[in-house]
């Protein structure tokens, strides 16, 4: 199977002169879902709008399931749908009617069976005789990726999908993105929310100033670059370090009221355990602990500064 999306050596320079992409090498596999991360101004925007057929690249390729974006067009713009980050609906047109007619703007044959498939799998078949005006947001949204689902896509594009809207409704979204991930779909979303990223992706690109510093799997980049620590607030002040504890990762607050234990999440033997036995021999006891592990933000923040 080809990856859903291949990017090769992409660079856009707009007619202003410019240069918003810079040699962009990107797969994105079928059936995953890719956050693509990105402080403002980035390129985000402009990537998508590159594979998606929407704005020319000034050199490289973009294959779509294995069909170039541009020689062959047609097939590639047929295996995309587009989310749009602007509410941009028909107000006076019924849910069933704008739906249908996304469906026929890729010179699709009409397929009822399928846009009710379509609105039942996103909660919408309800709905479906309602004028776009009379719904709420989240059903706004969910009509949005409606219609970008009425010529079967297998690959979504989700341009900020929860910008703007409350905590309830982005969980809601993130049901919707999994279920359709769940359905073969491959999702690639751009996203501010670390959070979002965090939760539903299953790896994430991080763009700046047009260039992709980094791909990784969620997982392997939690852990990579993640840190956890450990901190034990002491029941009676320490001047310093006992010499037995010395060879451990341990730092002693300003005050001396506190121990920090610096440890990789990456690694089997933590070495808690035997700090711990130490601390016990050394006669230190503690009122209190608790752990904090880096969050994807944290990571991110580091990224984004460490290549200004
Ligand atoms: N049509 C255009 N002509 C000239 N410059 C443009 C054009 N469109 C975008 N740009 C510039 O290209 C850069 C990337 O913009 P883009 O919209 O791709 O970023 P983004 O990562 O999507 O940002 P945001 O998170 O703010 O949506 C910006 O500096 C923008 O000003």
Partial sequence: MPPAISVTD??????SGFQALTGINLEVKAGEIFALLGPNG???????????GLVNPTSGVVLVDGHDNIR???AARARIGLVPQELTNEAFE???NSVSFSRGLFGKAPDPAHIERVLRSLALWEKRNNRLITLSGGMKRRVLIAKALSHEPTILF???P???VDVELRREMWEVVRGLRESGVTIILTTHYIEEAEEMADRIGVIQRGEIILVENKQTLMQSLGRKQLTLELLEPLVSLPNALSDYPLTLSDDGQALVYRYDTQQEHTG???MLEELRKAGIQFKDLHTEQSS?????????????
């Fill in 158 to 160: 989700l341009d900020e």
């Fill in 296 to 308: 994807l933000e944290d990571i991110f923040v580091n990224l984004v500064r460490e290549n200004p």
């Fill in 72 to 74: 062959d067009y047609r």
């Fill in 42 to 52: 980035a390129g985000k925007t402009t990537l998508i709008s590159v594979i998606c």
């Fill in 272 to 274: 808690i355990t035997g």
């Fill in 162 to 164: 929860t910008a703007g």
């Fill in 94 to 96: 019924t849910v069933w």
């Fill in 10 to 15: 992409l660079s856009k320079t707009y007619a």
